[in-house]
């Protein structure tokens, strides 16, 4: 069973830094591409970060790009979204998909269960 | 990084069918064959419905289909059922980047 528990979220002060955790499990991770999608209280969906299977392709938002860094650790079936230089905007419930590919044209078929970054003062 | 377009609700009375619209531009929904749906009930994670525009993963009931015309996909659930009533998102592979259309409510009637 594919699962997916994304962790390190919390209450952050703008201008602070926070990073973000999935621990992937029931896959071989390293076959397939990884991404963040956010979610803003009572908004939609946003794309926010894409890795391919090895990390030689990375993509970002314009909305986070040269604040968010993202990363992941093939022998620890593990991704991560370093956050710097939170804003407020930032406050939305993070999710951790899986790609149905290997680099980062595909969908999401499975998603985690978020965590909450909330950023304010 | 225009988020698609998409309207914000959508109804139909039960056994309807009801189609969803998500519209990009040549550079993503158009460019691509890699338009995806998504269905949202409130306080849950997300669920893939429909990939690559028409294809639908194991376990996703046949009344929901996909297509795609030029820049603007579609999403047409049939025989409307109850549990249809969530929120559905569009998504478009866009080159470097991925979009999401802003969301449609879907109110079964």
């Known amino acids: 069973e594919v699962q997916l528990v994304e962790s390190g979220g919390g209450l952050v002060q703008p201008g602070r830094s926070l990073r973000l955790s999935c621990a992937a499990s029931g896959f071989t991770f390293d076959d397939y591409a990884m991404h963040w999608v956010r979610q803003a209280p009572g908004k939609g969906l946003e794309w926010v970060s894409g890795?391919?299977?090895?990390?030689?392709?990375?993509g970002y938002a314009d909305s986070v790009k040269g604040r968010f860094t993202i990363s992941r650790d093939n022998a620890k079936n593990s991704l991560y979204l370093q956050m710097n230089s939170l804003r407020a905007e930032d406050t939305a419930l993070y999710y951790c998909a899986k790609s149905t590919h290997y680099d980062s044209s595909g969908s999401f078929d499975y998603w985690g269960q978020g965590t909450l970054v909330t950023v304010s003062s | 990084q225009s988020a698609l377009t998409q309207p914000p609700s959508a109804s139909g009375s039960p056994g309807q069918s009801v189609t969803i619209s998500c519209t990009g531009t040549s550079s993503d929904v158009g460019g691509y064959n890699y338009v995806s749906w998504y269905q949202q009930h409130p306080g849950k994670a997300p669920k893939l419905m429909i990939y690559e525009v028409s294809k639908r993963p194991s376990g996703v009931p046949d009344r929901f289909s996909g297509s795609k015309s030029g820049n603007t996909a579609s999403l047409t659930v049939s025989g409307l059922q109850a549990e249809d009533e969530a929120d559905y998102y569009c998504?478009?592979?866009?080159?470097?980047?991925?979009?999401f259309g802003g969301g449609t409510k879907l109110t079964v009637l």
């Open positions: 890795i391919s299977w090895n990390s030689g392709s990375i």
């Open positions: 998504s478009s592979y866009a080159g470097s980047n991925i979009l």
